[in-house]
T-cell receptor, first 111, second 111 residues
Framework: GEDVEQSLFLSVREGDSSVINCTYT??????LYWYKQEPGAGLQLLTY?????DMKQDQRLTVLLNKKDKHLSLRIADTQTGDSAIYFC???????????FGTGTRLKVLA | EADIYQTPRYLVIGTGKKITLECSQT?????MYWYQQDPGMELHLIHY???????EKGDLSSESTVSRIRTEHFPLTLESARPSHTSQYLC??????????FGNGTRLTVT
């Protein structure tokens, strides 16, 4: 079945770049997403990419997609303490209800 | 930006009580979802709806029920709360293939 995997923890120093990785198994994925969850809150959509794209940049965020390896990454430039949160990647196929979420990566930014 | 509202934000209730968690969205989205999430952990889909009068069970078996009488409203009901129901409940919605947007969640504690 479909599966999305992420590493559980990442720790970086303030001002450095963070790279959060995600692998998925569904070769029919149409859309891939990154969400941010702060303590006690819901998931906030950060960015998403269509499966026919390789890269998308939005201010400090860069998403890279390697469709051959089914690997998605989120790079956060100039990481700030406010970026400390759990980051979920997710994938879905056009026309279906189903979102497959990863287990989340807890990012800790050290001052 | 989707506006999706969940009430209450926090609920502490005794075993055996009936509870309804409210979820409303103002964007006219056709699809609505309920997820259960233990703090900082992965999301489990418990119910979803394609539209009015359409509800389906998700991947995680749940003793809760839902209804979709109006497009904007998707309440979740537990007939008899138990300590095992203690969790965070997240409501989400989307229109067609658009990204999923989440409410801030209801943190339920059953004593």
């Amino acid at each position: 079945g479909e599966d999305v995997e992420q590493s559980l923890f990442l720790s970086v120093r303030e001002g450095d770049s963070s790279v959060i990785n995600c692998t998925y198994t569904d070769s029919s994925s149409t859309y891939l997403y990154w969400y941010k969850q702060e303590p006690g809150a819901g998931l906030q959509l950060l960015t998403y990419i269509f499966s026919n794209m390789d890269m998308k940049q939005d201010q400090r965020l860069t998403v890279l997609l390697n469709k051959k390896d089914k690997h998605l990454s989120l790079r956060i430039a100039d990481t700030q303490t406010g970026d400390s949160a759990i980051y979920f990647c997710a994938e879905t196929r056009s026309g279906t209800y189903k979102y497959i979420f990863g287990t989340g990566t807890r990012l800790k930014v050290l001052a | 930006e989707a506006d999706i509202y969940q009430t209450p934000r926090y609920l502490v209730i005794g075993t055996g009580k009936k509870i309804t968690l409210e979820c409303s969205q103002t964007m006219g989205h056709d699809k609505m979802y309920w997820y259960q999430q233990d703090p900082g952990m992965e999301l489990h889909l418990i119910h979803y709806s394609y539209g009015v009068n359409s509800t389906e069970k998700g991947d995680l078996s749940s003793e809760s029920t839902v209804s979709r009488i109006r497009t904007e409203h998707f309440p979740l009901t537990l007939e008899s709360a138990r300590p095992s129901h203690t969790s965070q409940y997240l409501c989400a919605s989307r229109d067609g293939d658009s990204p999923l947007h989440f409410g801030n969640g209801t943190r339920l504690t059953v004593t």
